[in-house]
């Protein structure tokens, strides 16, 4: 079985301050990662995604995040918050066979806000 | 190349009553799936659809149902619908194979009164 911890419901950043969103899976196979974020009332939109070519990840609008195997980890970061990036983010793991093939299996979610 | 679209946007039924939602994959996709996201909660996988075949389901009842077209379009169908059915139904498109990313609509916000 596959599932994804999200620690942090609400994050709260300045604008132009480090923003690191946190993100820790489990599965019983060597997973593929994402980040989605949701604007309000809007479907999800694909970050970025990890599939074992390489453990740091860049994503667009200036996200990128880390595969750590160690930590069963997927933390995503950004240098310096914008205005623009607050939504909703999401992480997600897919399984690679069996039962979980295709099917994302998503966290519960972090709000970020960003203030002036 | 056009997204995934969804049709209605909004949609208010009454409890006991049948539902149909409508979803339009992405250019060049083969494989849709739906998700369920209830406020305040991440997106619950309902079922996946290739080549016209359900191909992985969740945890929800039968009385949750779809069909996918030769298009790869797809409908998602809810029966005797319940008050806690009310959420945001968001489809997804993808390539068939292992890691490929999901691209997804815009949802169909669905309230059941």
């Known amino acids: 079985a596959q599932s994804v911890t999200q620690l942090g419901s609400h994050v709260s950043v300045s604008e132009g301050a480090l923003v690191l969103l946190r993100c820790n899976y489990s599965?019983?196979?060597?997973?593929?990662l994402f980040w989605y974020v949701q604007y309000p009332n809007q479907g999800l939109q694909l970050l970025l995604k990890?599939?074992?070519?390489?453990?740091l990840v860049k994503g667009i609008n200036g996200f990128e995040a880390e595969f750590k195997k160690s930590e069963t980890s997927f933390h995503l970061t950004k240098p310096s918050a914008h205005m623009s990036d607050a939504a909703e983010y999401f992480c997600?793991?897919?399984?690679?066979?069996?039962?979980?093939?295709?099917?994302?299996?998503f966290g519960q979610g972090t709000i970020l806000t960003v203030h002036p | 190349e056009t997204g995934v679209t969804q049709s209605p946007t909004h949609l208010i039924k009454t409890r006991g009553q049948q539902v149909t939602l409508r979803c339009s994959s992405q250019?060049?996709?083969?494989?849709v799936s739906w998700y369920q996201q209830a406020l305040g909660q991440g997106p619950q996988f309902i079922f996946q659809?290739?080549?016209?075949?359900?191909?992985g389901r969740g945890n929800f009842p039968p009385r949750f149902s779809g069909l996918q077209f030769p298009n790869y379009s797809s409908e998602l169908n809810v029966n005797a619908l319940e008050l806690d059915d009310s959420a945001l139904y968001l489809c997804?498109?993808?390539?068939?194979?292992?890691?490929?990313?999901?691209?997804f609509g815009q949802g169909t916000r669905l309230t059941v009164v």
């Open positions: 659809y290739y080549r016209e075949e359900e191909n």
């Open positions: 990890y599939t074992s070519a390489a453990t």
């Open positions: 997600a793991v897919m399984g690679a066979g069996g039962t979980s093939y295709g099917k994302l299996t």
């Open positions: 599965s019983s196979v060597p997973p593929y």
């Open positions: 250019s060049g996709h083969n494989t």
């Open positions: 997804a498109s993808s390539r068939q194979g292992e890691g490929t990313e999901a691209f």
